[in-house]
Every structure is written in C-alpha cells, then in structure tokens.
C-alpha cells in the first residue's frame, strides 16, 4: 500500500471527484445528461408530432378520449380533403377527373394552393424589400461616421423590441389612406418595415468585419466602385444576405394578425387561411393539421436547401473563412 | 517602367478633430526599375506614403508624379499600379485563377478570356502554383497565398509594384525564401518598386536604396552599405542593423595629432586622418556596432576598450549576443566563441578606431563607420 507521501503521482491527482474521476460517476453524468437531452426534445417536438398525427386520424378518432397517441385507423381523408379543396378551388376538376379516374370533391371550399401562391409572393416581396434596405443602411451605418449614428442604432433594435400589433391602428389608417387596403403591397411594406431593422444588424456585423485590404485590392485591381460592390462585396455576402433573406421571409410567412386584418376573400395568405378551417365545434382537426403539414412543405425544402448558408451566415464573423 | 518623383508630401488625418501628421514633407525619387524599401517603426508613416502613391489615400499637400506627371487627381485604377498586401486580401469567394485573372478582366484592359488564361497560366507556371488553380483562398497555405498574391500583381504587368509588409505574416523560413524570391523576380521584370517593411534585415538584403522614416519624415535614403556605414543621425544608426548598435555620451577634444574623446569609462583617440572635419571641443555620441566589439585581454590592445560584467548570454550558434554591465550602461558585442564565458565574467570588449561612429549635439555624423582614408594617410589596425 503506497501513501500519498511515497506515491510520485499523488500530486497530480488532487481535487478528485467522485462524479468526475470515477467510471461509475461518468456514466451517471452521461446518463443525465441523456435524458435531459430527450426530455427536452420530447418537448419541442411533441406538437410537430401531434400535427402529424391527427392528420392521419379520423374525425371520430380525434375526438375520443383518453385520445390515441398513434392513429388506430390510418385516414388520409384530411390529405384528402385539402387536396380537393384546392383542386376545386383552382378549377382542375374536369382535368383530374378525366386524366386520373379520381372523383374529386370535398365538403370545404379553400384553395390551399392559392393560399401558398399568395404568402410566397408576399413574403418572398417583403424578405427583398428587408434585404435591399437594411444591406444599404447597414453599409452606411458600418462604413461611415455620422452624427446620431449610436441612436439611430438603438432606435431601430428598440423597433425590434415592442410587437408590430401595437400600432395596429395607425398602420391601418396609414394604409387606408395610402388607398392599398386589401392589397398584397400592403403586407410587403409592413412585413418589410418590421424586418429590416434585424437585417441592419445582422449585416452590419458583416460589414463591420469586412476587411478593408480586400477593397483596397478591388481598387488596384482597377474596379469602379459599382464593379467592387457587384463581384467583391455581393459575392462575399451571400451568406449574410441569405440569413437575413430567411429571417425576413419566415416572419412574413407566419404573420397573422396583419394578414387576417388587412386581407379578405381570396388575396389572404397562408396563415388567415389556415385559421378559416378552424369553425367552433364543426372544426375538422385533422383537415387542419394536413393542411399546416402542407403548406410548410415548400418552406422545409427551401430551408434544406439554403440552411448550410443561413448557418454560416449567422456565425459569419466568428468562424474565418 | 516609370519613374517615381515624390515631392513634399504629407498627409494629415483627422482624428476626432484632432489633425494627426501621418507623413510629414517626405520628398525622394525612385529610378525606372528601382526597388526601393521603406523601412521605419509603426506609425512612422511609410504605409500612408505607400497607400498613397497607389492613389488608395489622397496626399493633403506635395506632388506625386510618374514619369514626370503629375498623379495626384489620377484615380487608384486608372495608375496602372499594382500592390501586395500584408494579409493577402484575396478574394475569398474565387478560386485562384480568377484571383489571379480578376484585374486583367476589368474594363480598363482590353484581353480576351484566351488570352487572360494564357497570361494567368504563365504566371502560376512562374510562381510553381499551377497545381493551385482551381482551389479557393481557405485551402492555402501562408505560402500559397503569399505566391497567388504576389502573381495578381505580375499577371498585369504594371508600371509600378507596391508591397506593404508581404512578408510579415509568414514564418521566418518562409519569409527568407520568399524574400529572394521577390528579389529576383522583380529583377528579372525589371518594374519599378516600392516596397514596405518594418524589418531591417529585410530591408537590407532586397532593397537597392533604403529610405528610413521615423515620425513621418524621411531620415536617410541610400544603398544599404551607405545607411549602414554613414547613417545620418543616431536614429538611422540605432534602426538598421542587428543587434542594436552601442551609444555613449562623451566629450571630443582636439589633440596634437588628432582628437580625444573622453567618455565614463573608456576613452579613445582617433588620429586626424580618421575624422572628415576639423572639431571644436563637444559632447559627442560614441557609436559601435556589437560586430565591431570584440573580447580582448587588456586595455592598449585595441584602440577602446571597455570592461564590464557579462550580465546576458544569449547564444546563436558560431555566436552569441553578449551583453556586459559597465561603468557607462549595458554594451552588447557578437562574440565568437563564446562557450567558456559566464555570466558575471569580468569581459573586456576592444573595438578599433576606424569602426567608431561619431555624432555631433545636433544628432548628425560627423564620423563614419570605415571612413575612407585620404591618400597618404598612416594606417594603423
């Protein structure tokens, strides 16, 4: 038996801890840990999960309690539903009947796809008007001295920091008397005004880190400035200008209260649309829950898609290139 | 090809309301196919004058003219000028031929893309980066992009080369083997060059002039023998060469055959022949070199000698940089063979009369290292 006195080791083995310095105490700590992590997933993705799962149900299933937490009797009569909807809705009956022997009819009348048209239109319109002037202000913000500057940069995090519900009202006024209620130019302009003071930010951290040299490089390379900014200063962006880009869309796609507010019959987007399928007691919970799973389809993949760039994007000055 | 004339130029930044001169009067001429080294401190302006001879900052006074024209008012892109820069600047977001490629695609040349990719391929055959084309910046070495660099500012042929500190990011093998690299190549181009650094040593071994700025006023220009032998002032003296050159304050008499200068704890005296000038009694500032100093066994073995405990040893391989405590402050000597020396050795250090540099009050030389001799003169080493 070897005591701490005669033991050459012993000094480095100070400050031991049994759930630190023992096998029996790693796997507790890895345990913990473990649950903890699915506990925390169970969470967050419960509601994703329960979309999906009375989506598959039927009405009859939905409704029983203790509810079923994986459908008993798979239905796809919601896909079904929305599906036909839409295709009445769009006019196709005749085509799908003839081409797909499929008789085609549904007891609700929305045209899911219409929905997903307009909210593209009006998000993709509001993420460029976003990008376009919050890259040109945060330009300026970065690169030149200004009086004001330090306010005007609270000043729009502050805009950031109380809902856009709140002047509900004189935004509406303003929009009456600009003569664009019930116009899908009216979401744009809001949806634009209430994303690009992020856009400011998120870019003007690039901005800020943006090293000058390369300028100086794109000048002795004999570009104009329009040839710096359109194959120096673009390109190295995009990774910015994409995160700022889904930032701005993600919110338009989801905003309702403007949307339910502004719009009516068939210009409304996707989200007043959604909530017209939801009718008091008659409500059909898996037609809604199909359709939600529908029209975030078109996001999901343009998200896959771009999401390494949105990533990159938002880690930009941290991670060197 | 062109000739370079800077005159009174200076440049004054704004700081907050606060005017900061970052280049003062700085006035010198570049020869066709020169290559020049402006070497100084931080701050002491040779970057500003570099960045402004490029057109890439505008000079508050004095003139730049290329081949006798005046460029002030010409616009960074239309100067036909090429620079390297410290961190590279690259462009990230293209592989290296288009790095390489990209000036030559700008509107001021007129080249078709056959001819872009003959020229872009003859440079990387030149700088041994073919291989390297079709890779981004990130997936280069320092090296690599030093080289790619360095070929964005052959590929277009320009009538000037600027290089602000392009070797101050790399490890130091690399930037010796670099350094002879540039060297040669600008030889062999034969285009004019003005190149930036803060290293002497580097300034000494590429530069054919070397101007030495020190708060943004030029302090000398001359070949790097001429700098090193004749620096103008105690500042030139103290910059350029390495260790650090020895001062001492001491007083210059005249005696009967020459002058004596007095100094704490050693004197010397210098024959007539040995000093330019006939010298009113002084103070003077003593200059010599740590190669110049060398161990002796006792006083009248060399014309200075002075003594001192060895306080540091700091071995080089053949030599070591030693430095002794003595009666007039810290002195460092290059010593050969050093192995039996110990700190806190009594060492004393001779140096010959002819090596000693001497300035007068005004802080200028009044004799230089390796003065030549007027004929007739007696030598005596």
Request: glycine letters at 8%.
């Amino acid at each position: 038996m070897t005591t701490d006195a005669d033991d050459p080791t012993a000094e480095f083995r100070k400050n031991q801890s049994w759930l630190y310095d023992s096998t029996a105490g790693g796997y507790v700590r890895k345990t913990a840990i473990g649950l903890t992590t699915a506990l925390m997933s169970l969470f967050i993705l419960f509601p994703l999960y329960w979309m999906v799962v009375t989506s598959l149900k039927t009405t009859q299933e939905i409704q029983q309690i203790p509810p079923t937490l994986l459908p008993v009797d798979l239905s796809f009569v919601g896909f079904e539903e929305v599906i036909y909807s839409s295709i009445q809705q769009g006019g196709y009956t005749g085509f799908v009947e003839s081409t797909f022997g499929l008789e085609v009819a549904s007891s609700i009348d929305i045209d899911v796809l219409g929905l997903i048209f307009n909210s593209l239109k009006v998000s993709i319109a509001a993420g460029l008007l976003a990008l376009v002037l919050g890259t040109i202000a945060s330009y300026v913000i970065s690169r030149r001295e200004f009086v004001g500057k330090n306010a005007l940069m609270s000043l729009l995090l502050a805009s950031l920091m109380f809902p856009g519900t709140a002047i509900m009202v004189p935004e509406w006024e303003l929009i009456n008397t600009l003569d664009l209620f019930n116009t899908h130019t009216a979401l744009v302009l809001i949806y634009g005004a209430m994303t690009a003071p992020f856009v400011v930010w998120l870019m003007k951290g690039f901005f800020d880190e943006f090293p000058d040299s390369i300028l100086d490089a794109s000048r002795m390379d004999q570009c104009s400035p329009v040839e710096t900014f359109l194959y120096v200063i673009v390109p190295m962006a995009r990774n910015s200008l994409i995160a700022s880009f889904i930032f701005a869309f993600l919110l338009a796609w989801n905003e309702l209260v403007f949307a339910l507010t502004l719009l009516s019959g068939d210009k409304a987007t996707v989200p007043p649309g959604l909530l017209t399928f939801v009718q008091g007691f008659n409500t059909q919970w898996n037609v809604v829950a199909a359709a939600s799973i529908l029209v975030s389809i078109p996001v999901l993949i343009g998200l896959a898609y771009i999401q390494k760039y949105f990533v990159q994007g938002l880690t930009g000055g941290a991670i060197k290139g | 090809m062109t000739r370079v004339t800077v005159s009174g130029l200076t440049k004054v930044f704004d700081d907050g309301g606060e005017d900061i001169v970052a280049v003062d009067d700085v006035s010198f001429e570049v020869e066709d196919g020169e290559f020049i080294v402006l070497v100084g401190p931080s701050g002491c302006g040779k970057t500003t004058t570099l960045r402004m001879v490029g057109g890439l900052e505008t000079p508050t006074s004095g003139n730049l003219e290329f081949d006798g024209t005046v460029v002030n008012d010409v616009k960074a892109r239309n100067r036909d000028v090429a620079m390297v820069f410290q961190d590279f600047a690259l462009y990230p977001h293209m592989d290296v031929a288009h790095n390489l490629g990209f000036g030559l695609r700008r509107e001021n040349n007129d080249f078709s893309e056959a001819e872009i990719e003959e020229r872009v391929k003859d440079v990387a055959e030149m700088l041994e980066i073919e291989e390297l084309l079709g890779q981004h910046p990130a997936e280069l070495s320092g090296g690599q992009k030093q080289r790619v660099a360095l070929g964005r500012a052959i590929v277009r042929e320009p009538r000037l080369f600027l290089f602000d500190e392009p070797l101050a990011n790399l490890d130091a093998n690399l930037r010796k083997t670099m350094r002879t690299e540039i060297d040669a190549l600008q030889s062999q181009m034969g285009i004019t060059s003005l190149y930036v650094t803060h290293n002497q040593e580097e300034a000494m071994t590429m530069a054919d002039r070397i101007a030495i700025l020190d708060a943004g006023q030029l302090q000398q220009i001359g070949a790097p023998e001429e700098v090193f032998n004749n620096p103008a002032n105690t500042f030139v003296a103290q910059f350029i060469g390495s260790p650090n050159i020895n001062l001492f304050e001491g007083r210059l008499e005249p005696t009967e055959d020459g002058f004596r200068v007095t100094e704490s704890a050693a004197e010397v005296e210098f024959p007539a022949s040995l000093v330019p000038a006939d010298l009113d009694p002084q103070s003077v500032t003593l200059g010599a070199r740590p190669q110049d100093l060398v161990p002796v066994t006792g006083p009248g073995e060399a014309d200075m000698t002075i003594t001192g405990t060895v306080s540091l040893i700091e071995p080089l391989g053949t030599d070591a940089i030693v430095r002794i405590d003595t009666g007039s402050g810290p002195v460092t000597a290059m010593v050969t063979g050093y192995e039996s020396l110990e700190r806190g050795d009594e060492l004393t250090l001779g140096i010959a009369a002819k090596d000693i540099y001497l300035f007068d009050t005004d802080d200028s030389l009044v004799k230089p290292r390796h003065y030549e001799m007027r004929t007739g003169d007696e030598v005596t080493a």
